[in-house]
């Protein structure tokens, strides 16, 4: 179980209230970085400061006091503007960084998006990739070979098999991960704007079947600039500036709070 201290904590363990309907718990989460600053160009000053170790940098907390706890099968959206801290928070939740305070709990296998194309080879074919986000995913080979033809087809892949990725568009490259990750066992799926990319009918397609592993038991953190998307898919959000949450509660509520303080035309 994790415990709270100044470097910050990650488990995967049981939830803290012992609530197995609990998926993900963070209590004071935190996110500390080192952002340099402008330095003295002067060859001695610069000799000066790799002597004695010291550097110009100042910290920056890109999120900080998050308590959240999430019930597995929901959809939470998680909002705010450009550096507000959204994609550093889900790569907590994933477990790419590693909190600086606080302590951070989620029970189960997560799959994650945060760019399309991570992760994958454009000089590999697309089967190849198919294969390579299925082991990400933790799928086996015997999985895959059970529904390697529903993945194809989910994603219109089949005439692409034998094609080098780098041949395809980007909206058919975001196909190949989102197609494979969709049909692997998953318990928490983290979303950073994967659907800005690829045409209206296979976005349907996705959030069709997304909302189908929701009501499997499947909880989902979705981050994005769209509020309808979020207005739509999730039942609960947060809004977070300067790296805290500014709101938090009923999607619809924390929606509108977001629109006045952007003073943007509400979502439909």
């Known amino acids: ?14 939830p803290p209230s012992g609530d197995d309907q609990i998926a993900i718990s963070a209590v004071g989460l935190g996110k500390r970085f080192q ?22 940098t100042r910290p920056l907390w890109a999120v900080r006091g998050i308590d959240l706890q999430i019930r597995r099968g929901e959809c939470v959206g998680v909002i705010g503007r450009n550096g507000s801290g959204k994609t550093t928070f889900l790569r907590m939740l994933a477990g790419v960084l590693v909190p600086t305070e606080g302590t951070l709990c ?5 799959s994650t998006f945060f760019s399309i194309g991570s992760g994958l080879f ?8 198919i294969r390579l986000t299925a082991a990400l995913c933790g799928m086996s080979r015997a999985t895959l070979r059970q ?15 034998y094609s080098r990725l780098g041949e395809l568009s980007t909206g058919f490259t975001s196909r190949v991960p989102l197609a494979t990750a969709l049909h692997s066992d998953i318990d928490i799926l983290l979303t950073d704007e994967v659907f800005a990319t690829g045409d209206t009918p296979f976005q349907t397609k996705c959030l069709a079947k997304m909302n189908e592993l929701l009501r499997q038991g499947t909880t989902t953190v979705m981050a994005s ?44």
């Open 1 to 14: 179980m994790p415990v709270a201290g100044s470097a910050g904590a990650v488990g995967t363990a049981r």
């Open 35 to 56: 952002i340099g600053t402008k330095t003295d160009a002067r060859f001695f000053s610069q000799m000066l400061a790799w002597c004695s170790g010291i550097t110009n």
């Open 106 to 110: 989620t029970h189960g296998r997560i």
């Open 122 to 129: 454009s000089e590999l074919r697309v089967i190849d990739n």
């Open 147 to 161: 529904r390697f033809d529903a993945i194809v087809a989910f994603g219109e892949l089949e005439d692409y098999l």
């Open 225 to 268: 600039h769209s509020m309808a998307l979020i207005k739509n898919n999730c039942s609960r959000a947060i809004c977070l500036e300067h790296g805290a949450v500014a709101a938090q509660g009923p999607v619809a509520e924390v929606v509108q709070y977001y629109e006045r303080q952007c003073g943007a035309a509400p979502a439909k």
